[in-house]
């Protein structure tokens, strides 16, 4: 039994230690290549920004969609593009943006219509790992603290293991290279992309829990002299045809009850699909520059610039 | 509880210290202690249906005793029956209820006399179908006087929820595993190290293997109207893995916990994918439910002792029941079925048992003809494996029509080149250690550096593939 014990001891010691130690001592999240890493980065471009901002708020439709330098130039504020992927969910993103927003800034939100309430938790984790704070960007349910700290250790094991034995997904677009300054993504406007439009999801009717939070969110920005608008993303015309009946139906339920200002309507940046890659929300390098123009137009329409 | 989750790993060691140390090798304490771990075990899950298995425990301990006292056939038989009615009845209530339901009112629609009934919201209890098996074992070796009845409670109740095999197996003989309760346990350094390696291996099997092979499976299996015909063939291939890894990884983890606690569960997987018929498929894949139903409904029925016509009875009857065993939906009944007629022919041959020995025995390599056989019976398997899958029987009938189409030419839409590659080393190892108990077993013979090097691997894979606690296929039958 002794002999037993130590061995069991011994190997679990070994395998324990391994696992716990080497996500903190492998190589550096700096040099990963995670696409969900540029949180952090995008974060640490925030801090830099001591003037009034206009700040871009989403999913992936703003990554590929918006050119930043333009809309610098033309709102004379400087942007930053927090947009990263939906399924972070309209929740963490709003979250995100307490986080980052200040007196005097403006917040463009551009939500996916597939944009969740609460988000993948599985993604909220992996972001947390690159960025901590993100942790707290999850609302309630998310949070159960022993999960959290089980499966964020196990994200630091996998993604250490990943980068020690170089295994990391080398995605030519979405990689953590791919951002600007700005927080654009980049690369897909010099490359030859195809013209596969995926993630057709479904859409759901009832978008009264999303309202209500994003008209909380509003009360929150008023009270911190922060200017929030609302505009809806690109979106490809053959999937805006195919559920013109839901965009409609939601389109009427946010005029009647967000508090939010919107600056669009349903179908003011619903585009041909020639203007898309990969997804009815990501545009390439064309759909990319007629939409920030478009864009720049309908805010110069507002006040606040 | 799930062996695959964090909880267990607590939970293990605690228990193991408790019944070796604490108990001070006290017999009635250590079963005491594996009837209350196995409750906790139980009960983490769902703790009011506890109360299912202490009952069942009561009833067959009672009438166990029962039948010790009652001298006339007559009241045997009384006793006999009153075990199987009420085990079977909570097993029938809890399992079938929605769906012989549901099969009445269509069947009364279909002859123009439409009937209203609803169906019940039922939550089946994890892992009825194994103990309700297991408790009945021990009631008809009783009657069969195979056994004498047990007087000790805590050690019955005990061989009734021991925790490593509780929820999914091996469906284990009273007179096998009741004795086990009764005998001094001493600490085997051996036995202990291999269970070790054996959890290792079943962790292994369901981590990186099934729970992989289960998120393709899932993908195609749930949208298959999607895909093409070449795309669906890796669905059925993945499930088929997908199921194997799981519950043959199930049982390696439930027999490797209990020899830490000195006992010895049976086999229940001896490499199914490398059988040469269908015959030997069915001597190798979940040998403790084959030989269950063999011993107590096959044999009693005539086995293949008769006629023709009595064969090919018994042969579907043992089979359409191992297939509705699984779950109440026609296509476990089909999947079962498909295999009867799948060993038919063997049987009726007289070639069921021609492949009894060990696959290329004293050779690395198997032959050509022996590949062609495995080959075969392999698809075979595949094939009846998208029944037992899909979720009806015109999905499945659907998804073999879209197999079968020029859409099977194409290359498909899904190929996870680093899955197949884990498969391909997964069957290696297995290869290497089809003579053996386990994949793993083989390995004392090996260097000591090079064998801590290979649970260090091992470890250091199940680590990175594991995260979602997924649970197992075979909870739900």
Redesign the interface.
């Known amino acids: 039994?002794k002999?037993?014990l130590l061995?069991?001891f011994i190997?679990l010691s070994?395998?324990s230690a391994?696992?716990l130690v080497l996500p903190w001592i492998g190589p550096s999240k700096a040099t990963s290549t995670e696409y969900l890493a540029a949180m952090a980065d995008k974060h640490q471009s925030a801090k830099k920004i001591t003037t009034p901002k206009i700040l871009l708020a989403g999913g992936s439709n703003l990554v590929f969609g918006i050119d930043s330098e333009q809309l610098t130039a033309a709102l004379g504020k400087p942007v930053l593009n927090l947009g990263l992927h939906a399924q972070l969910g309209l929740s963490f993103i709003l979250n995100e943006l307490k986080d980052v927003a200040t007196q005097g800034d403006v917040i463009i939100l551009s939500i996916e219509h597939i944009m969740p309430l609460e988000g993948n938790k599985k993604l909220q984790q992996m972001v947390a790992y690159y960025h901590p704070k993100a942790l707290t960007y999850s609302s309630g349910k998310q949070k159960s603290l022993r999960n959290t700290f089980?499966?964020n250790h196990?994200?630091h094991?996998?993604k250490t293991?990943m980068q020690y034995l170089n295994l990391e997904k080398k995605d030519p677009i979405y990689t953590r290279g791919t951002f600007n300054s700005y927080g654009d993504g980049t690369n897909h406007l010099t490359m030859t992309l195809p013209n596969k439009l995926g993630s057709k999801t479904q859409i759901s009717t009832d978008k009264g829990a999303e309202i209500k939070l994003l008209n909380d969110f509003y009360t929150y920005t008023q009270q911190k002299g922060i200017t929030v608008l609302f505009s809806y993303g690109a979106y490809a015309k053959s999937e805006y045809l195919k559920n013109k009946k839901i965009v409609t139906q939601f389109d009427e339920q946010i005029r009647q009850h967000l508090h939010i200002a919107i600056i669009s309507s349903a179908t003011d940046f619903v585009y041909p699909d020639a203007y898309f890659f990969d997804s009815v929300y990501h545009l390439n390098k064309k759909g990319r520059t007629i939409h920030t123009q478009k864009l720049i137009t309908k805010l110069l329409q507002r006040s606040a610039f | 509880m799930l062996f695959n989750s964090i909880d267990f790993a607590i939970f293990l060691p605690i228990v193991f210290i408790l019944y070796w140390f604490v108990t001070q090798h006290n017999l009635k304490l250590q079963n005491l202690v594996i009837v209350l771990a196995s409750y906790v075990f139980y009960g983490w899950w769902d703790w009011k249906f506890l109360s299912l298995i202490l009952f069942s425990t009561i009833v067959d301990y009672t009438i166990g005793l029962g039948l010790k006292t009652a001298i006339t056939p007559i009241s045997r038989k009384t006793l006999l029956a009153t075990s199987i009615l009420i085990n079977l009845g909570f097993l029938g209530f809890f399992k079938y209820y929605n769906f012989f339901q549901e099969n009445f009112v269509a069947a009364f629609s279909f002859f123009g006399n439409p009937i209203q009934a609803n169906t019940l919201d039922i939550i089946l209890p994890i892992g009825i179908s194994f103990y309700t098996f297991q408790t009945l074992s021990y009631t008809i070796d009783v009657y069969r006087k195979q056994l004498e009845p047990t007087k000790g409670f805590i050690a019955f109740s005990a061989f009734v929820c021991f925790f490593p095999q509780l929820v999914a197996g091996p469906i284990e003989r009273a007179t096998h595993l009741l004795p086990q309760f009764y005998k001094k346990r001493t600490f085997n350094y051996t036995a202990a190290t291999d269970g070790l390696r054996q959890i290792l291996w079943g962790l292994f099997k369901k981590i990186v293997i099934a729970d992989t092979c289960a998120e393709y499976a899932n993908t195609i299996f749930n949208n298959s109207e999607t895909y093409t015909g070449s795309t669906l063939i890796i669905g059925a291939l993945f499930f088929t893995f997908q199921i194997y890894g799981d519950f043959s990884g199930y049982s390696d983890i439930a027999i490797g916990t209990s020899r830490l606690f000195g006992f010895n569960l049976n086999r229940n997987f001896a490499y199914p994918y490398f059988s040469r018929d269908i015959a030997e498929f069915w001597r190798r894949w979940h040998i403790s439910l084959s030989t269950w139903f063999r011993d107590y409904l096959y044999i009693p029925l005539g086995g293949s002792k008769g006629g023709v016509g009595m064969k090919i009875r018994n042969t579907f009857i043992i089979f359409i029941v191992s297939g509705f065993w699984h779950g109440a939906n026609w296509t476990f009944i089909i999947w079962g079925a498909l295999n009867a007629l799948y060993f038919l022919p063997l049987l009726l041959l007289g070639m069921n048992r021609n492949n009894l020995g060990p696959i290329a025995a004293h050779r690395f390599f198997p032959s050509i003809r022996e590949i062609i056989k495995m080959t075969i019976t392999f698809g075979l398997t595949v094939l009846a494996w998208i029944f037992f899958r899909a979720d009806t029987v015109q999905h499945a009938v659907q998804y073999i029509t879209e197999i079968a189409s020029s859409s099977v030419f194409t290359f498909p839409q899904v190929f996870p080149k680093k899955v197949f590659l884990l498969i391909i080393l997964f069957m290696g190892v297995e290869w290497l250690g089809r003579t053996t108990e386990h994949a793993l077993a083989g390995i004392p013979k090996i260097p000591t550096l090079f064998r801590w090097s290979i649970y260090s691997i091992l470890t250091a894979v199940i680590l990175y593939y594991a995260g979602n606690e997924q649970q197992f296929i075979y909870f739900q039958f």
Request: hydrophobic share 60%; aromatic share 18%.
């Open positions: 039994m002999k037993f061995k069991s190997f070994i395998v391994a696992a089980l499966n196990h994200i094991y996998k293991m």
